[in-house]
C-alpha cells in the first residue's frame, strides 16, 4: 500500500507522523525508486527509503489530525498532488491502539490463544501460514498488512454505526471505548480464518468486507455445533449477501437463539415492528405474502462466525496470555453490568460475543444489513430508533 503513494504525499506522511523528521525538506536522504516493485524490494532488503519509513511510522500519531483525536471522519478536499483528510470532532475519547492485528499473528504465543480461546474444538478452517518456520515470507507478511488494514476499516466504519444507531447521549459509553480498542482482535481472528475478502483494498464503505460462505471457511450452525456460544450470521442464499449478525449467549446456545428467530418469523404478528422479521418472515406466517420482504426466513443459512465454550471466558485477557485488553475501570464495570443469568466469568463471555457481533456487523455492506441494533444492548446501549428485536 505504501508504495502505491507518490513520493510528495510519502513526504507529507512521514513528516506528520516521525518522532525527529518533522518537517518534508528533512526526508530528502530518503528516496523512492522508480518501479514499486523496487522499491518493495529496497524496503524489504531492510534499505531505508520513503516506503519502508512511511510503513515503520503508520501506527504513530499524526501531528496534523490535532487533538484530542479518536474516530474521526474523513471529509477529502482534493490537492493536486494528493488528497488529505480534513478531521471533525469526536465520538469516543482517545484511546492509545495497544495491540494491532499484526502483532496478534505475527506472535506464535497468542496465535495459539486463538486458537485455544476461538476454536477450542477445531472446527474452523486456520490460515496455517502463519505458523510457518520464521522469518515470515512475504505472503504471510501480506496477510498481516492486511488485517491491519482491516482493523482501520472496521473503525471508521464504527464511527458511522455509532452516529446511525446509537442515542446521542450514550456514544461515549465505555463498552464502545472498550470495543473499539479491541476491534484490532476481530481483525486478526477475521484474517486468521479466512473470513475476509481476497483483496479489500479495492473496497469502500458500502462493500461487504466479508467472504463469500461457499469457501468453505464459515462453519454451519448444525446438531453438533449448536449448543456452542458466540457470534453467528445470515446469509441470504436467494440474493448471495450476508444480511445480520446476532449472538448468542445463553442456555442453549446457539441452537435456541436460532429457534426463537424461527419462531418469531413463523408468527403472524411482528407486534415490535422488528425489520429482521419483517423482511425475512417464514413463508408459514400470513406476512410472507407482504410485499415489503426481501425474502422467506427459509432462504437464510446460519453460519457460526465466531465460537467459544464456557470455560474460555476466563483465559482472555492479554496481559494474561489472552488477547482482550482491559483496564481495571473496565473490568469493575463489567463485573457490575447485570447480565441476565450470567455471573463472574460469563459476563466476559457476553462482552467478547458482543463485541465480534458488532466486528461482524460493520463488515456486512450497510446496504444488505438488516439490523438496526447498537449492539451491547445488555450494556445499556439503546438504537436510535427502537426497531430491532433485544431478544437475549
Given at each position: ?20 523528521i ?14 514499486k516493485?523496487?522499491?518493495?524490494q529496497?524496503a ?10 512511511a510503513?515503520?511510522?503508520?501506527t504513530n ?6 487533538q484530542?483525536?479518536a474516530i ?7 490537492s493536486p ?9 469526536v465520538l ?7 495491540i494491532?492485528?499484526?502483532s ?7 496465535l495459539?490463544?486463538l ?31 492486511k ?5 482501520c476499516?472496521?473503525?471508521?466504519r ?5 452516529e446511525?444507531?446509537v442515542l446521542?447521549?450514550q456514544?461515549e ?7 473499539q480498542?479491541?476491534l484490532?482482535v ?8 479466512n473470513h ?9 464503505d ?11 471457511c464459515?462453519v454451519?450452525v ?11 450470521l ?9 444480511i445480520?449478525?446476532?449472538?448468542a449467549?445463553?442456555?442453549?446456545g ?17 407486534d415490535?415492528?422488528?425489520r429482521?422479521?419483517?423482511?425475512f ?11 415489503a420482504?426481501?425474502g422467506i ?5 446460519p ?5 467459544f465454550?464456557?470455560?474460555?471466558a476466563?483465559r ?8 482482550f ?11 457490575s453490568?447485570n ?10 463471555m457476553q462482552?467478547i460475543?458482543?463485541?465480534?457481533e ?10 444488505r ?16 430508533q427502537?426497531?430491532?428485536d433485544?431478544?437475549?
Amino acid at each position: 500500500m505504501f508504495a502505491d503513494p507518490c513520493a510528495d504525499a510519502l513526504r507529507d506522511f512521514i513528516s506528520g507522523r516521525h518522532a525527529t523528521i518533522t518537517t518534508k525538506a528533512a526526508t530528502k536522504h530518503l528516496k523512492k525508486p522508480r518501479g514499486k516493485n523496487k522499491a518493495l524490494q529496497e524496503a524489504e532488503a531492510g534499505v531505508q527509503n520513503l516506503v519502508s519509513v512511511a510503513y515503520e511510522v503508520r501506527t504513530n500519531e499524526s501531528r496534523w489530525l490535532g487533538q484530542p483525536v479518536a474516530i474521526a471522519s474523513t471529509e477529502v478536499v482534493a490537492s493536486p498532488r494528493y488528497i488529505s483528510p480534513t478531521i471533525t470532532p469526536v465520538l469516543l475519547n482517545p484511546i492509545k491502539q495497544d495491540i494491532k492485528p499484526s502483532s496478534i499473528l505475527g506472535d506464535l504465543s497468542k496465535l495459539e490463544a486463538l486458537r485455544k480461546i476461538m476454536d477450542s474444538k477445531d472446527f474452523m478452517k486456520k490460515n496455517d501460514a502463519f505458523h510457518q518456520v520464521r522469518p515470515i515470507p512475504l505472503s504471510t507478511h501480506k496477510l498481516m498488512v492486511k488485517a491491519d488494514l482491516l482493523s482501520c476499516m472496521l473503525q471508521l466504519r464504527l464511527r458511522s454505526h455509532i452516529e446511525g444507531r446509537v442515542l446521542g447521549n450514550q456514544r461515549e459509553h465505555w463498552c464502545l471505548e472498550w470495543a473499539q480498542k479491541n476491534l484490532s482482535v476481530v481483525a486478526a481472528y477475521m484474517v486468521y480464518f479466512n473470513h475476509v475478502m481476497m483483496d479489500i483494498r479495492c473496497l469502500d464503505d458500502s462493500d461487504c468486507l466479508l467472504a463469500n460462505p461457499n469457501n468453505d471457511c464459515f462453519v454451519v450452525v448444525s446438531a453438533q455445533t449448536s449448543p456452542l456460544f458466540g457470534c453467528y450470521l445470515h446469509f441470504d442464499n436467494n440474493r448471495g449477501v450476508w444480511i445480520r449478525s446476532g449472538s448468542a449467549t445463553g442456555e442453549g446456545g446457539f441452537g435456541k437463539r436460532l429457534g426463537t428467530h424461527e419462531k418469531r418469523a413463523k408468527a403472524d404478528r411482528n407486534d415490535d415492528d422488528s425489520r429482521f422479521y419483517r423482511l425475512f418472515p417464514h413463508s408459514d406466517s400470513v406476512r410472507a405474502n407482504s410485499r415489503a420482504t426481501d425474502g422467506i426466513f427459509e432462504y437464510l443459512t446460519p453460519f457460526i462466525a465466531e465460537y467459544f465454550t464456557m470455560d474460555a471466558a476466563s483465559r482472555t485477557d492479554f496481559s494474561n496470555s489472552g488477547l482482550f485488553l482491559y483496564t481495571n475501570e473496565e473490568k469493575r464495570r463489567i463485573s457490575s453490568v447485570n447480565f441476565s443469568g450470567k455471573i463472574g466469568e460469563k459476563k466476559y463471555m457476553q462482552m467478547i460475543a458482543y463485541l465480534f457481533e458488532l466486528g461482524y456487523d460493520l463488515a456486512i455492506s450497510p446496504k444488505r444489513n438488516v439490523s438496526k441494533s447498537p449492539g451491547f444492548e445488555g450494556c445499556g446501549l439503546r438504537a436510535v430508533q427502537e426497531e430491532e428485536d433485544v431478544l437475549e
